[in-house]
């Protein structure tokens, strides 16, 4: 019987060549951490959490915290296999949605490496790839076309989540200056929380006339009032992101009503729970998009590992292209993105090999 020895968590910080930029926030550089569960088999799971400290409230510090002392003492002697006992031990630890979701990836990826079998096959194996989606950053709008034109070139991409949350202004300018430069490309938008209702309501409006296909999380998740008349009034989903961020965040939003399309990032539910969000997203015939918060090569496989793995998520883009937005990764190679598709990684588990020269020189422990 293979055993947890140790959960290790390794913070590292590698550049960006193109800064993510949103209405929330800016990231700078990666400042990200390396999960790895150990076994007394030898083999390792591994995973990468990315903090995102204005939308879960966790910092870097927080998740190698939580993650090498809590979530170690969570888990050190249960067997990795049985995966809803290592999903009961973490739900002990609350909050912490990063960490325990890099938790839980690790250990998925240390069962894959233990049976020799990729992710994607383990949670239902549907298709072998999906199509991607990039996200377009804040900027000028001629460098936000210009993000969009070089990534439709260079990678085939025709799907684009463009980032709002300015001034209406500005935003309208600039989704309608890329949906002139693509004017064939299928788009939506992310306000992360940016807009007051008067703006969501000017802006979402002429939007929609862009034929924009939805409106992820326009205002404050908590003005619950002002997101259902915004749900009520625009013809295309509002999406839920910052607002559904857990099984029961989103069983609550779904309640609500506003939320008719729900983001799930296997970054913040792993695996184990994102399957619960995906399940109830189809008991209620809700649609889901498969989402990226800006994740490193490691946790663009998880992504493009579940979204491939159902039918409900692997006919419909997910976010999948950002992780090339980094100068460099941990990884040997990141998932394969070709006219437009990324591929399922074919070996065992998330199927990527970390560059242990590249771990030394990018960690900040030593
Ligand atoms: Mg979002």
């Not at 030898?42 to 510090?61: K, N, S």
């Not at 997101?227 to 839920?240: I, K, N």
Request: with cysteine; glycine share 8%.
């Amino acid at each position: 019987m293979v055993r947890i020895t140790l959960v290790e968590a390794i913070p590292f910080a590698v550049p960006y060549r193109h800064q993510p930029r949103f209405a929330s926030g800016t990231v700078s550089r990666a400042d990200n951490v390396l999960v790895r569960v150990h076994t007394d088999f030898g083999l390792v799971g591994q995973a990468e959490a990315q903090p995102r400290p204005y939308t879960y409230g966790e910092t870097q510090a927080s998740i190698v915290d939580t993650v090498g002392g809590a979530l170690n003492d969570a888990l050190v002697g249960v067997e990795p296999v049985r995966s809803e006992l290592v999903a009961a031990r973490c739900a002990s630890v609350t909050g912490n949605y990063v960490a325990r979701g890099a938790v839980d990836l690790a250990v998925w990826d240390l069962i894959g490496k233990l049976l020799g079998v990729p992710c994607h096959r383990l949670l239902g194996g549907f298709a072998d790839d999906v199509a991607a989606a990039h996200m377009v950053s804040l900027g000028e709008p001629e460098e936000m076309v210009a993000e969009a034109v070089g990534v439709s070139e260079r990678l085939g991409v025709k799907t684009f989540k463009v980032k709002v949350g300015r001034t209406p202004a500005l935003d309208v300018a600039a989704v309608r200056a890329v949906r002139e430069a693509l004017p064939h490309a299928d788009l939506y938008v992310d306000a992360n929380r940016g807009w007051s209702y008067e703006d969501a309501v000017r802006a979402g409006d002429e939007l929609v006339e862009f034929g924009v296909r939805a409106i992820e999380e326009p205002i404050s998740v908590d003005d619950r009032a002002g997101r259902l008349r915004l749900a009520e009034r625009w013809a295309v989903p509002l999406a839920g992101d910052e607002s559904c961020i857990s099984l029961a965040h989103v069983d609550r939003a779904l309640d609500e009503g506003a939320v008719r399309a729900v983001s799930i990032k296997t970054a913040r539910t792993g695996f184990t729970e994102s399957r619960r969000i995906l399940d109830l997203c189809l008991a209620r015939n809700v649609a889901v998009v498969v989402g990226s918060q800006y994740e490193g090569a490691l946790g663009a496989a998880a992504t493009v590992s579940f979204a491939a793995a159902f039918a409900a998520t692997a006919g419909q883009p997910a976010e999948l292209t950002n992780y090339l937005d980094l100068a460099d990764d941990l990884v040997v190679a990141g998932p394969e993105i070709r006219a437009g598709r990324a591929v399922v990684p074919t070996l065992p588990g998330l199927g990527l090999v970390v560059d242990e020269d590249r771990l030394d020189h990018y960690r900040l422990d030593r």
